[in-house]
């Protein structure tokens, strides 16, 4: 991978190194040359001595031999002296002739080769330290060897005139010797100074050669330093690249497969060390194959870490050259975030796609990119349908407005906004919308997204509006309930007193209503009810209101009336149409109703007051008459208070020990013998003195106080029962009256047995008075009840039978002994035929069943003679005796202890 900078880089410096090497080469053919140049000016500098020397032995020798070879001789070493003057003298022209030159450098034997350099020294460098000397030297001889040719001239000239002497020619000798004599020291030092200069330049040649070679070498070195520096640095760099890389890299030998380096990325991922690695081949790094992956593309695999975790990783790989050797680079990018992002993305897809609200995901524009599926269920839009169209296209306020720039604003300023629309679907039609709308932004906070959730509310506001209306109003009939009707008093008050109007309030109790309700069942007393509903609603005008603030309580408003008299006329019509008889199922029954009349300003200034004087009026109306109605009086509210402080006084009653029972006794009719006795309750009131049960057990029905007072009076039978017994009085049967509640309890025969146990009573000392309606209360239980008692031997008499269901059913159920005959039968007897023909039927009845039979109420002869007759076995009445204190009873029951005054005297009966 380094290979190819790497020559790259090292290039330079092999220039450098041939520039050097031809640096060095130049100077050192320089410096040869220099030499040639000096070689022939020594050369030169040698001949030219010579010819000097012979020149001057030749003349001598002529001189005295005037031969001509001598002359010849002379005249030979004259001219070579001669030629090197020329040559000499024609360069220092400065403008020579290159041909006389050359000549004449032929001529005065220079060397060849050096001619050049010996020119371009003598051109140039005349003036160079010792040549400048030699050349004066050389060029002072000139006069002396031009007077050595003169002489040759004159002595030729003798010896061919034959005039020559010995004197003559001694004088031409010593001339001749003079001229030597002067020539030869400027001869030598010509020489010396030539081979000075040679000396000198060839030691600055060898300094000069030297010192480039020394300096090109120190350069070089210079700059391969630097190029190395510069090439380790930028491995270094590479290295620190490679390793610091966020990727791995693996360099993969292409031929083998097997890799030849990683960086510090891939051996942190794989847990391998790179000399682990390295040799290793590729493939074993992935778990995946990487067969078909294509150089350059990016592929998905999942790398290998050495204890076995896996990396999920994309592949890049593309071939690169080692020198010669192809290398497969390797590029392994963690995706570990992507993948994760991935999956979470396609998380958050499905999340969305299977939720159940609908989501829209618009873009920064509103423009709809994509809804999921609650969404295209909830409008009928599909996702292609809505793209590129707005997501408040379909969307208005529940006004018909668009929706308004606010709501974007405020959204876009970082709000979630939440609210109700009205969307439409793609049929045209539309349903009410609870959105939500939120953003989703970018790193700038910009919004990227818009998201809109959204839900049907369609049923959540019927629901709504269904609970508002049950908030407000009675389930059963529609009507208002209380809290809704005394708004309605309210307003009707506060209109009345602006226009200065009365406003009334009317108080419907039905009568006997318990009685319908508990003979025939609580289905058709609540469809009773709505039938009573229907009837009143009839009776009103536009703006009067009806409501049920109780089980059989009804309540009318009546606003907007000159006089409370001019609501007699619809009272009227209301108590007729309630008393005409309603189908129910199957049943046709007759009921009627006592209404209570309380009007503003007259009777209250506040709702509250006027209901309840309206209670107080219709309380009144029911006692004194049924089937009526009264206006109220302040007389009446003092009955109503009464009541209530008759509610708070009883439930202090028990713990002040306030009740005790009574005795009435059960006459056999045959024989006028008391056989029983019934327990009855009464509660003598510290202020009030004795409140009779008629007036008092409603009330702690209605607290929920009567079981505990049942209890207590069981308790009480029980123990006066032991009391009797250890008293000797003769064992009679005793009868308590049971309410419906604890008759109803399941810990009800538990609790009698367990009475009856701790006084060590036998069952049968004991007798239940049970009414019909309270068996009908216990429902489909009433079978297991009675078969308990059967089983534990107690007994139940039928209370009050006639006036209820008088079903043959009760009559036939087990532990069921006695039927006890209603008073409103016995009072109209014997002379009310339709009472005669009941009871007479409800005895033969009983007779029939194999049940004891007990008439109640009867006060006369005549009664007693009736029932007598007809088969009645026992009677209860004031005929025979009031209810007795249990020492009346007592002492009447043991007629030989001593006598105490008694309270009321037994009647005995008449025998016929
Ligand atoms: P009941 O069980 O039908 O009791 C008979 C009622 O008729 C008694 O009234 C009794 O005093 C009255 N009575 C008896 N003979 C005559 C008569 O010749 N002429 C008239 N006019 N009345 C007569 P009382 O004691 O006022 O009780 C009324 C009702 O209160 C009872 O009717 C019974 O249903 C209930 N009651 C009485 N004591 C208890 C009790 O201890 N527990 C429960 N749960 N209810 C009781
Ligand atoms: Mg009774
Ligand atoms: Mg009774």
């Not at 090497?21 to 040639?36: C, D, R, S």
């Not at 007729?576 to 309380?598: H, N």
């Not at 409603?698 to 929920?704: D, R």
């Not at 009941?838 to 003679?865: C, F, N, P, R, Y």
């Amino acid at each position: 991978m380094l290979q190819q900078p790497l020559s790259r880089r090292m290039l330079p410096l092999a220039y450098a190194l041939v520039v050097m090497l031809a640096t060095i080469l130049g100077l050192t053919w320089f410096a040869l040359q220099t030499q040639v140049t000096l070689a022939g000016f020594l050369n030169s500098e040698s001949v030219w001595s010579k010819a000097q020397k012979q020149a001057v032995i030749a003349l001598d020798a002529y001189a005295v031999t005037g031969s001509p070879a001598d002359l010849a001789g002379f005249w030979q070493n004259y001219s070579v002296l001669d030629s090197d003057r020329l040559a000499r003298d024609e360069i220092a022209s400065g403008s020579f002739d290159q041909e006389v030159v050359d000549r004449a450098f032929v001529h005065g034997n220079v060397m060849p080769t050096a001619k050049p350099g010996m020119i371009f020294v003598l051109e140039h460098f005349s003036g160079a330290p010792y040549l400048r000397d030699a050349l004066a030297a050389w060029r002072s001889s000139d006069a002396e060897i031009a007077q050595l040719a003169s002489i040759a001239k004159e002595l030729e000239h003798t010896h061919a005139a034959g005039a020559s002497s010995a004197e003559q020619a001694a004088i031409q000798r010593g001339r001749i010797h003079a001229l030597n004599d002067s020539i030869e020291p400027k001869a030598n030092r010509f020489s010396l100074e030539i081979a000075r200069g040679t000396t000198w330049m060839g030691h600055m040649l060898f300094i000069g050669v030297l010192s480039a070679a020394c300096i090109a070498v120190l350069l070089w070195l210079d700059m391969a330093r630097r190029t190395l520096v510069s090439i380790r640095g930028s491995e270094e760099r590479y290295r620190l690249l490679f390793d610091s890389a966020a990727d791995a890299i693996v360099m993969v030998d292409e031929a083998s497969g097997r890799i030849l380096d990683v960086n510090r990325t891939a051996s942190a991922w794989t847990g391998r060390s790179a000399d682990e690695l390295v040799g290793d081949r590729f493939v074993h790094l992935f778990t995946q194959s990487m067969a078909g992956q294509q150089t350059g593309r990016a592929a998905a695999n999942v790398l290998l870490g050495a204890k076995g975790q896996t990396r999920p990783v994309e592949t890049q790989t593309s071939l690169v050259n080692w020198g010669s050797q192809p290398v497969r680079q390797a590029i392994i990018r963690d995706i570990s975030e992507r993948v994760a992002m991935e999956r979470e993305r396609r998380i958050a897809a499905e999340a969305l796609a299977s939720i159940a609200e609908g989501v829209i995901i618009a873009d920064a524009g509103r423009l709809v990119i994509s809804t999921n599926a609650a969404h295209a269920e909830l409008t009928g839009f599909t996702s292609q349908a809505l793209q590129g169209r707005r997501l408040d296209d379909t969307r208005r306020l529940p006004g018909g407005q668009p929706l308004p720039r606010s709501i974007w604003d405020s959204v876009a300023a970082g709000h979630n906004w939440m609210g109700e629309v009205v969307s439409l679907r793609s049929d045209g039609s539309s349903y009410p919308e609870h959105l939500s709308l939120s953003t989703i932004r970018d790193a700038d906070d910009q919004v990227v997204y818009y998201v809109a959730v959204l839900t049907d509310i369609h049923e959540a506001k019927a629901n709504q509006h269904r609970l508002e209306q049950m908030a407000r109003h009675d389930p059963l009939t529609g009507l208002v309930n209380r809290a809704e009707f005394e708004r309605h008093c309210a307003e009707a008050i506060a209109v009345a007193e602006r226009e200065r109007l009365a406003a009334v309030v009317l108080f419907i109790d039905l009568d006997a209503f318990k009685i319908v309700n508990d003979s025939y069942s609580h289905a058709i007393g609540d469809r009773l009810l709505v039938k009573v509903a229907e009837r009143i609603r009839r009776q009103l005008s536009e703006g009067d209101v009806a409501g049920r603030i109780g089980g059989d309580e009804f309540t009318v408003l009546i606003p907007r009336l000159i006089l409370r008299e001019d609501a007699r006329a619809i009272v009227s019509r209301l108590l007729a149409s309630l008393s005409e008889p309603l189908l129910v199922d199957d049943y046709e029954i007759v009921l009627s109703a006592s209404i209570g009349v309380a009007g503003y300003p007259l009777d209250g200034d506040n709702a509250l007051a006027l209901i309840a004087n309206a209670d107080a009026a219709m309380y009144a109306a029911k006692t004194e008459e049924r089937n009526a109605f009264r206006f109220y009086t302040p007389m009446m509210h003092a009955d109503t208070r009464r009541r209530l402080q008759l509610a708070a006084e009883l439930r202090q009653a028990l713990a002040r020990n306030e009740f005790h029972l009574v005795f009435q006794p059960s006459v056999e009719l045959r024989s006028g013998r008391i056989v029983a006795v019934e327990a009855l309750l009464r509660w003598q009131h510290p202020e009030r003195g004795e409140v009779l049960p008629a007036e008092f057990i409603p009330v702690a029905e209605s607290l929920g106080l009567i079981r505990r007072i049942d209890e207590w009076v069981m308790q009480t039978t029980c123990a006066q029962i032991q009391a009797w017994d250890l008293a000797g009085v003769p064992p009679i049967r005793v009868a308590v009256n049971i309410s419906a509640r604890w008759f109803g309890h399941p810990a009800f025969v538990d609790g009698v047995s367990r009475n009856l146990q701790s006084r060590r009573l036998a069952p049968g000392r004991l007798l239940l008075e049970i009414t019909e309606s309270a068996m009908l209360r216990l429902g489909d239980d009433i079978e297991r009840t009675m078969q308990t008692l059967h089983t534990l031997g107690i007994a139940v008499a039928i209370d009050d039978f006639g006036t209820g269901y008088s079903s043959m059913a009760y009559l036939k159920l087990p532990a069921v002994t006695c039927l006890k005959i209603d008073r409103s039968f016995v009072t109209g007897l014997p002379g009310d035929g339709n009472d005669a023909a009941i009871t007479v039927a409800m005895l033969a009845m009983a007779k029939s069943l194999g049940l004891i039979t007990i008439a109640e109420g009867i006060e006369t002869e005549a009664q007693h003679e009736f029932l007598l007759r007809s088969g009645c076995i026992e009677g209860q009445g004031y005929l025979y005796s009031y209810p007795l204190r249990p020492e009346e009873v007592q002492r009447l029951l043991c007629p030989s202890q001593p006598s105490v005054p008694m309270r009321l005297k037994l009647v005995p009966p008449k025998r016929s």
